[in-house]
C-alpha cells in the first residue's frame, strides 16, 4: 500500500547523490534499491543525476517499480557515453556538472548521500557549503551500511577541530543504516533548519 505524505510534509522531494558504479560491495546496491523503493511509496519525487548506470541506475528503477516520481539530471555531452536513463522519468538535460548539481538543489527539500566516488562527494560538500552560506537549506541524510561515510565525517570533524571550520554543519547533517529511517530524518532536520 502507498502511504500518503503529511499534508504538512517540509520534505517532498529528494535529491539523492550515489555513484555511477555498482561498486565491490553488494549492500551499495541493496540501499539504492531500498531507497528508491522506499521513496516512491512515501509518494516523495526522487531527483538523481539522469543516469542509467550504478547505483544511479538501481535507486531510479526501484522508484519506478513502484510508481514514484522520478526526476533525472542528465549533463549532456558530458560523459564518453550516452548513459542516460531511458526508463518512465522526468529527464532533464542541461550542459555541464555544475548546472546538474544547482538544477538537483532547486528541485529537492532534502538529499541523501549513498555510497559514491569524487562526483559524489563534491555534491556532497557543495551542497553542505551552500547550506552554510545560506543559499539553501538542505538537510543531508548520509546512508551507508555503516562503514562508507565514517570517515568522511571523522575528517569534517578534524577540520571543525582545527578551527577551520565552524560545527554549524552538525545541524544539517545526520548518518543511518536504514533507508526507511532516512525521512524521517530529514523531515527533522528540515524542521530544525526552519
Not at 533525472?72 to 564518453?80: A, C, H, K, N
Not at 562526483?119 to 538542505?138: A, Y
Not at 578534524?158 to 530524518?185: A, C, D, M, Q, Y
Request: aromatic fraction near 8%; charge should be negative; proline fraction near 3%.
Amino acid at each position: 500500500m502507498t502511504a500518503v505524505p503529511k499534508e504538512n510534509s517540509l520534505v517532498t522531494s529528494v535529491a539523492v547523490f550515489c555513484a555511477s558504479s555498482l561498486g565491490a560491495v553488494n549492500e551499495f546496491a541493496d540501499l539504492a534499491n531500498a531507497l528508491g523503493e522506499h521513496l516512491a511509496e512515501q509518494q516523495v519525487t526522487l531527483v538523481f543525476g539522469g543516469s542509467d548506470s550504478g547505483l544511479m541506475g538501481v535507486l531510479a528503477d526501484a522508484a519506478i517499480s513502484k510508481g514514484g516520481k522520478v526526476i533525472g539530471v542528465y549533463p549532456e555531452g558530458t560523459f564518453s557515453r550516452d548513459v542516460r536513463h531511458r526508463g518512465e522519468i522526468d529527464l532533464r538535460l542541461v550542459s555541464s556538472m555544475h548546472e546538474r548539481k544547482l538544477e538537483m538543489f532547486r528541485l529537492s527539500d532534502a538529499a541523501v548521500a549513498l555510497p559514491g566516488g569524487l562526483g559524489t562527494l563534491d555534491e556532497v560538500v557543495e551542497l553542505l557549503l551552500w547550506t552554510q552560506l545560506g543559499i539553501h537549506q538542505l538537510p543531508l541524510a548520509l546512508l551507508d551500511q555503516g562503514l562508507f561515510w565514517n570517515k568522511f565525517e571523522e575528517f569534517l570533524g578534524e577540520v571543525e577541530s582545527s578551527g577551520v571550520l565552524n560545527s554549524t554543519w552538525r545541524k544539517h547533517v545526520f548518518r543511518t543504516s536504514e533507508p526507511e529511517s532516512v525521512l524521517g530524518i530529514l523531515e527533522d532536520l528540515k524542521f530544525r533548519m526552519k
